[in-house]
T-cell receptor, first 110, second 115 residues
Framework: GQQLNQSPQSMFIQEGEDVSMNCTSSSIFNTWLWYKQDPGEGPVLLIA?????ELTSNGRLTAQFGITRKDSFLNISASIPSDVGIYFCAGPSNTGKLIFGQGTTLQVKP | EAGVAQSPRYKIIEKRQSVAFWCNPISGHATLYWYQQILGQGPKLLIQFQNNGVVDDSQLPKDRFSAERLKGVDSTLKIQPAKLEDSAVYLC?????????????FGQGTRLTVV
């Protein structure tokens, strides 16, 4: 079945640094969604990508939909302590089933 | 616009007991999902509804888990009887449709602990 692989699995960075994480698949996705999950909460949608090559920003976050439609990356610029959490990529299958990656855990040292 | 509502937020039960979770999706959202998220892992789909019909329940352990969405709006997920390995966060999400250019929104989840 379709799977999404995220890397890195975890990151520990200094406040103010930029962060990059990515998500890859062996099959094509037509939509990429990036979510952030804080402890004890449900995932919150950060950015949605709908076209191959699309580059979309949301404040300090930037995400791109890969040209091959098999990957996507998420960048966070000038990280702050509240960026701490788990970041998930997700994509819908042809039947609308929403598939998630394993997540990238981000820790930010003040 | 109100988000996805779930209750309860937390539940602790003994193994072999039964438990039920409730979800009210965003108004007008035809697609509803239940996910199980075990600590340290990504959400795993249990069941997907389109209105009141089941689209995908291939990963639902049907010997103990059941879910319904009788009127195509709110939904309940039941576990009977619970096992220790069912300890997880149960997330409900909704989308306006399963079409690819639509976004899914999540509730806060129900954290289940089976002791």
């Amino acid at each position: 079945g379709q799977q999404l692989n995220q890397s890195p699995q975890s990151m520990f960075i200094q406040e103010g640094e930029d962060v990059s994480m990515n998500c890859t698949s062996s099959s094509i996705f037509n939509t990429w969604l990036w979510y952030k999950q804080d402890p004890g909460e449900g995932p919150v949608l950060l950015i949605a990508l709908y076209k191959a090559g699309e580059l979309t920003s949301n404040g300090r976050l930037t995400a791109q939909f890969g040209i091959t439609r098999k990957d996507s990356f998420l960048n966070i610029s000038a990280s702050i302590p509240s960026d701490v959490g788990i970041y998930f990529c997700a994509g819908p299958s042809n039947t609308g089933k929403l598939i998630f990656g394993q997540g990238t855990t981000l820790q930010v040292k003040p | 616009e109100a988000g996805v509502a779930q209750s309860p937020r937390y539940k602790i039960i003994e193994k072999r007991q039964s438990v039920a979770f409730w979800c009210n999706p965003i108004s007008g959202h035809a697609t509803l999902y239940w996910y199980q998220q075990i600590l340290g892992q990504g959400p795993k789909l249990l069941i997907q509804f389109q209105n009141n019909g089941v689209v995908d329940d291939s990963q639902l352990p049907k010997d103990r888990f059941s879910a319904e969405r009788l009127k195509g709006v709110d939904s309940t997920l039941k576990i009977q009887p619970a096992k220790l390995e069912d300890s997880a966060v149960y997330l409900c999400a909704s989308r306006i449709s399963p079409d690819r250019n639509t976004e899914a929104f999540f509730g806060q989840g129900t954290r289940l602990t089976v002791v």
